[in-house]
Structures are given as C-alpha cells and as structure tokens.
C-alpha cells in the first residue's frame, strides 16, 4: 500500500496509464463512480506491474527492462569486443541521473550564495557613501 500511495503521489500519469492497461480506470476509483474498481484492486495491481511498465521506466528501475533486454545488452556487449563501451543499464542510467542531480543542487547553491555576497557587497558599499 505505501507503494501505490507513493506512485500515485509521484507517478500519477505513468500509474494512470499502466493501469489502464490492465482495464483499471485509475479516475473512477478516485472519484469513487458506482462500478468502480476497489482500493485493494488498485493497489495490488499498482504493487505487481509487470517489467518494462511505465512507472518502472520512469524511475529508472532494474524493472524498467525486462529479460530479453539484458540478454540483448549482454550480447551486445560481448560482439562489441573487451574495448568497447559497456550498454548502459537501468542501475547506469540512475546513477547518472543522481549524479547530474547533485551537480545541479551545487550549482544552484552556488548561485545563491554567489548573489547573496553580491546583494551584501551593494549594501556595503550604498553604506559607505
């Protein structure tokens, strides 16, 4: 339940869409329109998608690929030779994605506190004249 109450705060488009592929109308139930399907319904289908779902996909999650393709990257991998790059996984992609997430949170601290040394500066010197 802590799952389906998570993806349906963060992931509300993707959960409303793999839903609808398993015939569950997410607004009806939030809307609770007569015929629709229960909480426990929901919530069980939420917490059991399938690999390669939407909301697997947009987190990054090993689930985001299925068997087939990590056979296929393995594969690939193995024909490209002892040299050659490495397929970029799901766990690849997250880190980078947490990666370029940190640097963007200290760029951003940095500009902060970059214009607040400025607006300081201004003040200083609007006191001394």
């Known amino acids: 339940m802590i799952r389906f109450r998570w993806l349906l705060a963060h992931q509300p488009s993707e959960l409303d869409a793999d839903l609808w592929d398993h015939r569950i109308d997410l607004h009806a139930w939030q809307s609770g329109a007569p015929g629709a399907p229960t909480t426990r319904r929901v919530a069980n289908t939420a917490a059991n998608l399938p690999p390669r779902s939407r909301v697997w996909r947009a987190q990054l999650h090993d689930a985001a690929w299925d068997e087939a393709d990590y056979l296929l ?11 050659a790059k490495p397929v970029p996984r ?21 500009v902060r506190r970059n214009v607040a040394r400025y ?11």
């Open 73 to 83: 990257a393995a594969i690939a991998d193995r024909l490209a030779g002892p040299d």
């Open 119 to 129: 607006r300081e500066r201004q003040q200083r010197r609007k006191g001394l004249r």
């Open 90 to 110: 799901p766990a690849d992609m997250r880190a980078e994605k947490e990666r370029e997430e940190r640097e963007r949170a200290r760029y951003e601290r940095d």
